[in-house]
């Protein structure tokens, strides 16, 4: 009876829609859909989509699919295949393939080394305790070579966690935490509906590293709007000092016109800052980072440099040098430097030595019709192809 239950409602093997950049490469593991949360309003992802937490026993049948289907990949001694489409097609036709989803995903990690799981979607660890170690448990039985498995997790469930729970899910190989601070001030933490306020922050982060996980950190330059910039770069910064993250990513803010935010812009109750600004504020904040040794990325679309990246402290006026050679450029060149970065053509400023692509981007310029007016509202345009 419990067989013809489980047949009927499981869907088949899922996936949510998004994953740390890191994680492009590692196996999603869909435990729960969409955000319990829900509220905040800056964030798109999954506005309008109803949560839910996956039956476990859906979850152990999507990690088994994967198995039978690496062990046939394995038998087939598909490694050099797993690239080639006709052979995957071949293998997709020769045995009987009951699930495409799970299927691709088996060959695409198995291609990528099967190294890492990524646990979808925003906040896993709202599940029981004894539910995710179960999880985990089956995981390790199944992969035991895995050497990554990641999840992004709210700082309040954080906070909600038994004692001893993060150690114990951290044994049986969750060692990778993404959290999304995006700012240390309880003023803009209010604002923007995070459900947290500066101290959560700070004890959750605290409790992640304590149980030997790895805390990744991401804050949004931008999120204070105009009025509360400086406020937002400083108690961030602050933040980020009592962590101790073991990774700080920026993610600046992109306004998605479907959030809540985008429409207090529009009614004037919300002003989001320009470049210049957000790059002033992110520099007050890298100024401000002290006494940490956390490595910091810049790898997403968004940022105005990816190439402000390093470890602290060692590497704190090399970035703030490269936001400094920003301000140094004429205003002419740093419009095109701004363009040509959300384009995709520059990563950093030396980019723009490259003549070729500075000529793209000053064609780009002249078709929409760019001047130090405008520049900011075009900007904005491009950077929503990325939110
Ligand atoms: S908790 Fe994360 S996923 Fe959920 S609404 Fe907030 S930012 Fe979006």
Excluded at 213 to 223: D, H, N, S, W
Aim: charged fraction near 25%; include cysteine.
């Amino acid at each position: 009876m419990a067989d013809d239950k489980q047949t009927q409602t499981y869907q088949g093997y899922e996936q949510g829609p998004i994953c740390p950049t890191n994680d492009v490469y590692s196996l999603l593991l869909r435990l729960i859909r969409n955000c319990p949360w829900n509220r905040c309003s800056f964030c798109p992802v999954y506005k309008k989509q109803k949560f839910s937490i996956r039956p476990v026993e859906d979850i152990i049948k999507d990690i088994d699919l994967v198995r039978t289907y690496i062990d046939r990949l394995l038998k087939e001694n598909a490694l050099p295949i797993a690239f080639d489409q006709e052979r995957i097609h071949s293998i997709y036709t020769s045995f009987e393939v009951r699930d495409r989803v799970a299927f691709n995903n088996a060959v695409k990690w198995y291609a990528a080394g099967m190294a890492s799981i990524f646990l979808q979607d925003a906040n896993p660890l709202v599940m029981k305790p004894k539910d995710l170690l179960f999880i985990l448990r089956h995981i390790k039985d199944c992969f035991p070579e895995i050497e990554t498995i990641a999840t992004y997790a709210r700082s309040s469930t954080i906070l909600q966690l038994p004692d001893g729970t993060l150690e114990q899910l951290h044994k049986l190989g969750l060692n990778r935490i993404h959290v999304g601070l995006e700012s240390g001030s309880n003023l803009v933490l209010n604002r923007m509906r995070k459900g947290v306020d500066r101290f959560g922050h700070i004890a959750a982060g605290k409790r992640i590293r304590q149980a030997g996980i790895e805390l990744y950190a991401y804050v949004m330059p931008g999120l204070g709007g105009v009025d509360l910039s400086i406020e937002h770069a400083l108690e961030t910064a602050e933040v980020l000092n009592a962590i101790n993250p073991d990774v700080i990513k920026i993610r600046t803010l992109g306004l998605s016109p479907s959030t809540e935010l985008a429409h207090w812009q529009l009614r004037g109750m919300f002003e989001k800052p320009g470049d210049a600004m957000i790059a002033t504020e992110l520099r007050l904040m890298l100024e401000t980072l002290d006494n940490i040794q956390s490595r910091i990325k810049s790898d997403h679309i968004l940022n105005l440099f990816e190439t402000v990246t390093g470890r602290m402290p060692h590497d704190k006026e090399k970035m703030i040098g490269i936001i400094d050679r920003f301000f140094e450029l004429a205003p002419k060149d740093r419009i095109l430097y701004q363009i040509g970065r959300r384009m995709g053509f520059f990563k950093g400023l030396e980019d723009m030595d490259t003549s070729s692509r500075m000529d793209q981007v000053q064609l780009a310029c002249k078709n929409y019709g760019v001047t130090p007016k405008n520049v900011d509202q075009i900007l904005d345009r491009l950077m929503m192809r990325f939110v």
